[in-house]
């Protein structure tokens, strides 16, 4: 034991000493030498590393992170190439490898693993809105956009806080204290709104320079027959109260979908005050007969056109979305649902903020652009259109917490006791008497009304580092520590009243207790909160919304928004069902199943699903869907909108789901952008680019991976040839904007490549049964993402025996999603700073 001792003792002070040298050990410099320095010197390296002049200074973090890549290029054979497992190589490794481990465990043990960090604007949004009983309330756009460290906005190195955010706090915690307020004195009632008397759908019908044609306008009709003498204002627009069997029959139908700008709505409600409302739409399908004519002076063919005097009872079933409208004209997605032929009333319960407007959507139809030569779907028989009557408004609905801050605030009583409570919920542990005192202060010495002083109070606390900032010391994490960690790792808001009570009296890291938390947490609907911002971040889809299909190249997708919230809902839903129904890790990249509605089955060209509402779907045997490399939602964020290109893919998949990120391209070289002429295929560029002798090495590893994925194009959709603006056949067609399709086919795709394995595939289908060989290496990747999220600091050189032990214990039963949640939580990782 002795001998252990000193062994240890000498480690520690001879890692010591190598922080600070600048050059490696002996045994270092002569493997560097025989081997890596002819190439990797100071004439342009490959992949940037001159190890000629990389000091050994393991306290400077690029420095470490540069021999962490040497260390791992050895181990795994890249480089020297051609070498095996050699003696010299296992010396050289153990020479290199234990200084950097000690080196990074003596850090953890001094300061922890992560820095002090404060809530990104996703927590605390979450955290307000649990603070206030608001669900509604919606913060997040108002505070600076998050920095990024390790693909996630979860470290404190990125986290900082400055005047400015400073300034945005009590701005936005002033704001949400007032709309709460507000909200709670604000009686709940309940009021109809008649389609025939919005302003809105009015000007839709009167012909104006928005709708000089009849596809953007809308139908008067009672029951499911056109009332052209009501469309002529030849009689009064509505019976009105005098007449209410009528007025409950009395409609709008339309053949459209809407756009801001042109868009229908019911004008006559704006929500009063934030909170929860219920919303009835009384509305069904209608089909709309059509006419043979030119439209307008347009030398193009003639084209079926509504007939605006003839309509009869629907043929179709259609979704129906419904967004809220801000006063500057944004919207947010709020539901759908479908409207049959059958007249039928519709509920949903939503979150309204004041003053939003309901705009509701035919988002299977097709939206007019100016220019358009019809809609694609009118035929000699008709059209399909959706037909509204009412819109029916209960709220807002106010629940006993909501009116509990409305006394507080409103019924002047002891400010300490307020301040307690608050403070003790709001900083996630018992405040102590300082921090009350100097609240209080602000009390006593604020406005002489009460609620003003109250407020100003809670402004403070809200902006306070106690609120703000998680509060972890070195070490392992005290009970309030941990709870927090594990509420804003899992549901991604503060701990709840059961957390805080397990915190209190000290239980709560008892392992049978931490594992029943756990499941607690993952059972609860809360656990959506985590995954959405999870999948944000590590897939990126809070950046779907940044690209549009190309208008000539993607017609069909262009301004198709319910194509977009289909995909990005199943991608949501996918990987909840993960977590939920506790699936293996290896669904990831293939599953058997994958959720569908009737829009999304129909873009994949998967048997035909019925309806608006996303449901688990079991995928044909040999089907190329299932996991998310094939979704929608990933190839649209992996795309430009305009093109795809298998670097962008290929480099996407090796970061998100292998784990393994390329180095960043040489800053001398272009990159390389697919010709939408059609003249030569991405491939054909890239084998010149691969030329390059500093290009070469990485796009072994990143090219192959994104030629699997060629066979999709830029939302998803499955394609065997190319599109171009030039070159190739033309395709006959009406886009979703009304004009004909343009675009051309050109070169055939080409899915087949080569790994950097050696090992060959000539399709998606044999590239996911590649990577499956190894479901190892891909629930590998998904526990060090969760570490990242979870802790706010990258798993680090030392912590890798951590997660092979992770993946160890998870290994027996397949490396199911809540087995690897489970193991994470409970490790050091997890349970120390």
């Known amino acids: 034991m002795a001998g252990i001792g000193r062994n240890l003792v000498f480690a520690f002070f001879l890692s010591a000493l190598l922080v600070c040298a600048n050059e490696p050990p002996a045994e270092m410099r002569a493997f560097l030498g025989k081997n890596c320095v002819a190439c990797h010197g100071p004439e342009k390296p490959p ?19 540069q021999w962490v890549r040497v260390h791992d290029a050895v181990r795994d054979g890249a480089m020297p190439p051609g070498g095996g497992k050699t003696p010299e190589r296992q010396r050289f490794l153990a020479s290199l490898a234990d200084p950097i481990a000690s080196y990074e465990r003596r850090e953890a043990q ?5 820095v002090l960090r404060r809530l990104n604007r996703y927590e605390y949004e979450n955290t307000v809105r649990d603070l206030l009983h608001a669900p509604w309330l919606q913060l997040r756009d108002s505070l600076p956009e998050d ?119 019911f004008d006559q409600f704006a929500a009063p005050v934030g909170g929860r409302y219920r919303l009835r739409f009384h509305a069904y399908s209608i089909w709309i007969h059509t006419l043979f004519q030119r439209i307008g002076t347009s030398k193009r063919a003639p084209w079926w056109r509504p007939d605006r005097e003839r309509t009869s009872q629907g043929r179709t079933t259609e979704p129906l979305t419904i967004y809220a409208l801000s006063r500057g004209g944004e919207k947010r997605l709020l539901g759908t649902f479908d409207v049959g032929p059958e007249p039928a009333v519709h509920e949903l319960d939503v979150f309204l903020l004041p003053d939003e407007k309901i705009l509701p959507d035919a988002s299977r139809l097709f939206r007019s652009r100016p220019g358009f030569l019809g809609s694609p779907d009118a035929s000699a028989e008709g059209m399909p259109g959706i037909a509204y009557r009412w819109m029916e408004v209960t709220g807002p609905a106010q629940s006993a917490e909501s009116r509990a801050i409305q006394r507080e605030l409103l019924e002047p009583q002891d400010p300490d006791a307020l301040l307690r409570r608050f403070m003790a919920k709001a900083y996630r542990r018992p405040p102590r008497e300082e921090e009350i005192a100097r609240y209080r202060a602000i009390v006593a010495g604020g406005p002489a009304d009460f609620t003003e002083a109250m407020i100003a109070a809670y402004i403070a606390v809200l902006c306070s580092p106690g609120f703000l900032y998680l509060e972890e010391q070195p070490g392992r994490l005290d009970p309030y520590a941990l709870a927090s960690r594990l509420s804003y790792f899992l549901w991604n808001t503060a701990p709840d009243a059961e957390l805080r009570r397990l915190a209190a009296d000290g239980t709560l890291a008892r392992p049978e207790v931490l594992r029943a938390q756990t499941a607690r947490l993952l059972d609860s609907p ?94 044909p045997a040999d089907s190329v869907r299932g996991g998310l490399l094939t979704q929608a939602s990933v190839l649209k964020i992996t795309a430009n909108g305009t093109t795809t290109s298998p670097v962008l893919r290929g480099a996407w998949i090796m970061e998100r789901i292998l784990g ?14 697919p010709d939408t002429r059609g003249a030569t295929t991405i491939r054909e560029q890239l084998d010149k680019h691969r030329s390059i002798q500093s290009c070469a090495a990485c796009h072994r590893k990143i090219d192959p991976p994104g030629f699997a994925l060629e066979n999709f194009d830029v939302l998803g959709g499955w394609r065997d040839r190319h599109r171009s603006t030039e070159e190739g056949e033309s395709v006959p067609g009406i886009g979703k904007n009304g004009h004909p399709f343009s675009f051309r086919l050109s070169q055939p795709v080409d899915a087949s490549g080569e790994l950097a394995t050696g090992e060959s595939f000539r399709d998606i289908r044999e590239f996911k049964r590649l990577l499956l060989k190894d479901e190892r290496r891909i629930a590998g990747n998904l526990v060090r993402q969760w570490i990242v999220y979870g802790t706010g600091a990258p798993v680090r050189f030392a912590d890798r025996g951590e997660v092979e032990r992770i993946l160890d214990a998870a290994a027996g039963d397949g490396f199911r999603m809540r087995a690897l949640l489970h193991e994470i939580v409970g490790s050091g990782l997890f349970l120390n700073k």
């Open 147 to 265: 920095g990024i460290v390790q693909r996630f906005n979860k470290s404190g190195q990125a986290l900082d806080v400055s005047h400015v955010q400073m300034a945005r706090y009590m701005e936005t915690a002033d704001h949400a204290l007032r709309l709460v307020l507000r909200a709670s004195q604000e009686p709940e009632t309940t009021k109809r709104y008649y389609a025939r008397e919005q302003q809105r759908f009015l000007n839709r019908m009167r012909y104006s320079p928005f709708n000089r044609s009849p596809e953007r306008a809308t139908i008067p009709i009672l029951g499911f027959d056109a009332q052209p003498d009501v469309l002529a204002e030849k009689v009064p627009i509505t019976v009105g109260e005098k007449d209410p069997e009528t007025r409950e029959l009395e409609g709008f139908a339309t053949p459209a979908s809407t756009y801001i700008g042109n868009e229908y709505h």
């Open 110 to 114: 001094e300061s922890g693993r992560s």
């Open 526 to 619: 809360r656990m959506r909160d985590f995954t959405d911002a999870f999948l944000d971040y590590w897939l990126d889809l809070r950046k779907a919304g940044e690209t549009t299909p190309d208008v000539i190249l993607y017609p069909e997708y262009y301004l198709d928004d319910l194509l977009v919230e289909s995909a990005l809902a199943e991608t949501r839903g996918f990987f909840h069902s993960l977590i939920r129904e506790n699936l293996s890790a290896r669904n990831v990249v293939h599953s058997d199943f994958t959720l569908l509605n009737a829009h999304l089955a129909r873009h994949y060209g998967l048997p035909a699903v019925d309806g608006s509402a996303l449901r688990k779907v079991a995928l």
């Open 660 to 673: 393994e990120p390329p180095p960043p391209p040489p800053p001398d070289v272009p990159a390389v952008e």
């Open 47 to 65: 992949a940037g590393l001159n190890l000629a002049a990389l000091p050994f200074r393991l306290d400077d973090p690029h420095a470490r992170t």
